[in-house]
């Protein structure tokens, strides 16, 4: 029987598991909206519709994210690690961090997490008969959901280098919540040579005095307001200094703090403002004892 659909004509996932809210919408299910996935119901689309008028190119700003994702998923493959904890996945939608990693190294180890009924019950039924991969329903918040989980300690090895993926993440973490404290205890448990993926949304490095540009900037602090309705309703930019606290005590992988679409990007169109794609991205790598100390 194909999928039923609703009044838009777009399918509706079968896959709904008990409890779910489809009062409001959800972030990862909007954010797979955005990416052209289907892991999405008519609340999500009515939300994002809505989202688009307020950020007309937001669709623009979900693919660099995604696209950030994947440069730093392969550098992370490049420099030798094999090992990937996804925290705050979300559904695991278009151009999933397994896919990448097993195309490249079929024994590598994925773990996705996420808080969110959905994506949990969406990510374990995608990854049941995937080898090396696991979702795991842990909280941010609460490292030990995470790092004490089964499916945690039988694929991921922290004695060895780890990538660890926080991108679209702390955008939705407050300042009162302290998410650089919360960062320390997964930072405490990687083994040296471990790297760190960050994006986040700013309105840095767009002038208010150029028309376009505050456009753009009054356009994204609008987009952001409007999460206020979805289930995740803390939504914030950071500047650059803000976004740069949480790489205390690692060392930057060149170019250092970037925007999502420039990060690691040679093809970004000349002349072309990259502070448009509005989300910040960087990699920290957890430094090497010096031998010589």
Same mark, same amino acid.
């Given at each position: 029987?194909?999928?039923?659909?609703?009044?838009?004509? !777009?399918?509706?996932?079968?896959? /709904? #598991?008990?409890?779910?809210?489809?009062?409001?919408?959800?972030?990862?299910?909007?954010?797979?909206? !955005?990416?052209?996935?289907?892991?999405?119901?008519?609340?999500?689309?009515?939300?994002?519709?809505?989202?688009?008028?307020?950020?007309?190119?937001?669709?623009?700003?979900?693919?660099?994210?995604?696209?950030?994702?994947?440069?730093?998923?392969? !550098?992370? &493959? *490049?420099?030798?690690?094999?090992?990937?904890?996804?925290?705050?996945?979300?559904?695991?939608?278009?151009?999933?961090?397994?896919?990448?990693?097993?195309?490249?190294?079929?024994?590598?180890?994925?773990? !996705?997490?996420?808080?969110?009924?959905?994506?949990?019950?969406?990510?374990?039924?995608?990854?049941?008969?995937? #080898?090396?991969?696991?979702?795991?329903?842990? *909280?941010?918040?609460?490292?030990?959901?995470? &790092?004490?989980?089964?499916?945690?300690?039988?694929?991921?090895?922290?004695?060895?280098?780890?990538?660890?993926?926080?991108?679209?993440? &702390?955008?939705?973490?407050?300042?009162?919540?302290?998410?650089?404290?919360?960062?320390?205890?997964?930072?405490?448990?990687?083994?040296?040579?471990?790297?760190?993926?960050?994006?986040?949304?700013?309105?840095?490095?767009?002038?208010?005095?150029?028309?376009?540009?505050?456009?753009?900037?009054?356009?994204?602090?609008?987009?952001?307001?409007?999460?206020?309705? /979805?289930?995740?309703?803390?939504?914030?930019?950071?500047?650059?200094?803000?976004?740069?606290?949480?790489?205390?005590?690692?060392?930057?992988?060149?170019?250092?703090?970037?925007?999502?679409?420039?990060?690691?990007?040679?093809?970004?169109?000349?002349?072309?403002?990259?502070?448009?794609?509005?989300?910040?991205?960087?990699?920290?790598?957890?430094?090497?004892?010096?031998?010589?100390?």
């Amino acid at each position: 029987m194909p999928p039923r659909g609703d009044e838009t004509g !777009y399918a509706t996932p079968t896959w /709904t #598991p008990p409890q779910v809210d489809l009062e409001r919408p959800n972030v990862s299910r909007v954010y797979d909206w !955005y990416l052209g996935g289907d892991n999405n119901y008519a609340i999500d689309r009515e939300f994002g519709r809505e989202a688009l008028k307020l950020l007309p190119h937001a669709r623009d700003v979900a693919q660099y994210n995604r696209e950030f994702m994947v440069r730093a998923v392969r !550098y992370a &493959l *490049d420099e030798g690690i094999d090992q990937f904890l996804d925290i705050g996945s979300g559904i695991p939608t278009v151009t999933p961090v397994h896919e990448l990693a097993h195309a490249a190294n079929p024994e590598a180890k994925v773990v !996705y997490v996420d808080n969110e009924a959905v994506a949990i019950a969406h990510g374990t039924h995608m990854l049941t008969n995937v #080898p090396n991969a696991a979702m795991v329903g842990g *909280d941010f918040y609460r490292p030990d959901t995470i &790092l004490d989980a089964e499916a945690t300690g039988q694929l991921i090895d922290f004695d060895r280098p780890v990538c660890v993926l926080l991108v679209a993440l &702390l955008h939705f973490v407050p300042p009162e919540r302290d998410p650089e404290q919360t960062l320390r205890h997964y930072l405490d448990v990687l083994a040296p040579g471990s790297l760190v993926a960050i994006s986040h949304a700013t309105v840095d490095g767009l002038d208010p005095a150029v028309p376009a540009e505050n456009t753009v900037r009054e356009s994204t602090l609008a987009f952001c307001a409007h999460y206020s309705k /979805t289930s995740t309703p803390d939504f914030l930019t950071r500047t650059k200094d803000e976004f740069a606290t949480f790489f205390t005590g690692l060392d930057l992988v060149e170019p250092g703090i970037d925007y999502t679409q420039s990060w690691h990007n040679p093809d970004v169109p000349h002349g072309e403002n990259p502070a448009l794609s509005v989300c910040l991205a960087g990699v920290g790598r957890l430094p090497r004892p010096d031998p010589r100390a």
